[in-house]
């Protein structure tokens, strides 16, 4: 017999989700980190587009995070927050200094491949557990990657 949290969601199902949405948060954490290194140790003749493009991105970023820990709470869970534990969760990789815009550009475009696959198996759980909330949320955060994935693919291709 299954029991419902607060908000009358399965609660064996949210404790997966809250899981996955906290790994995802540690992501997010270090991939924020790594944009704000990319933005200040830019140089090059692309510095002014890219240190505009990468404040953008963790401007972004920022606001995702705090997204996703509000999101763990309203679950009823508590969002990790040690960068410590972020890094030991996370499959992006923290970033060495990096100021040529190619090579930002590419690790970015490899963390977006990282979250976007998080966020769609985070879209299947919060599916199978009913949860609007965390579908509408990731949703709209794949939409919009995709589309940033498009534009910084096309900043490094030929």
Excluded: C
């Excluded at 980190?33 to 972004?60: A, C, M, P």
């Excluded at 589309?147 to 096309?154: D, H, T």
């Amino acid at each position: 017999m299954s029991t419902k949290n607060r908000i009358g969601l399965d609660s064996d199902k949210i404790k997966m989700l809250a899981d996955k949405l906290n790994i995802l948060l540690a992501n997010y954490s270090v991939f924020y980190q790594n944009t704000r290194g990319f933005h200040w140790n830019i140089k090059g003749d692309s510095f002014f587009v890219l240190h505009d493009k990468f404040e953008e991105l963790y401007d972004d970023l920022k606001v995702k995070i705090d997204e996703v820990a509000e999101r763990i709470l309203t679950l009823g869970y508590t969002p990790n927050h040690q960068y410590s534990k972020y890094v030991e969760a996370s499959e992006i990789s923290e970033s060495a200094k990096v100021s040529d815009g190619k090579n930002a550009v590419n690790e970015i475009l490899e963390a977006f491949k990282i979250i976007l696959k998080i966020q769609r198996e985070i879209l299947e759980l919060s599916d199978d557990a009913e949860d609007e909330g965390t579908n509408a949320l990731m949703s709209d955060y794949i939409s919009e990657q995709e589309k940033l994935v498009w534009m910084y693919a096309s900043y490094v291709s030929k």
